[in-house]
């Protein structure tokens, strides 16, 4: 059975014409704001992907999951799904606190 063109060019989410493109539902960083050493979680959702990656981290990945990543400075990450040609990007951003070290000194000696 063909597709009658008017149909095909429908605006649908997740398609440009008769192609399906991937969408990004979900890109979080978990929590957004650590301590230095702390852990974040990156979790995602994709749909319509041939293949899923985070730009610099890991490849392969499937089209949902989490991921988890310890950080010792502030860092961006880039979700990319791709179908064919096109390519879907989501940004999640993590702000990192320095650890702040509190020194407490006594001079009951001297009382």
Do not use: H, K
């Amino acid at each position: 059975m063909r597709v009658a063109p008017a149909l095909c060019a429908a605006l649908l989410v997740g398609t440009v014409g008769c192609q399906t493109v991937p969408v990004i539902e979900r890109f979080d960083a978990i929590p957004p704001e650590v301590t230095a050493g702390e852990d974040v979680t990156l979790v995602w959702r994709v749909r319509n992907a041939d293949s899923v990656e985070i730009a610099g981290l890991a490849t392969g990945l499937g089209e949902s999951g989490s991921l988890r990543q310890r950080l010792f400075s502030g860092q961006s990450f880039v979700l990319r799904a791709y179908r064919g040609d096109q390519t879907a990007e989501r940004l999640a951003t993590v702000v990192v606190r320095d650890t702040v070290c509190l020194l407490y000194t006594s001079d009951a000696a001297d009382e």
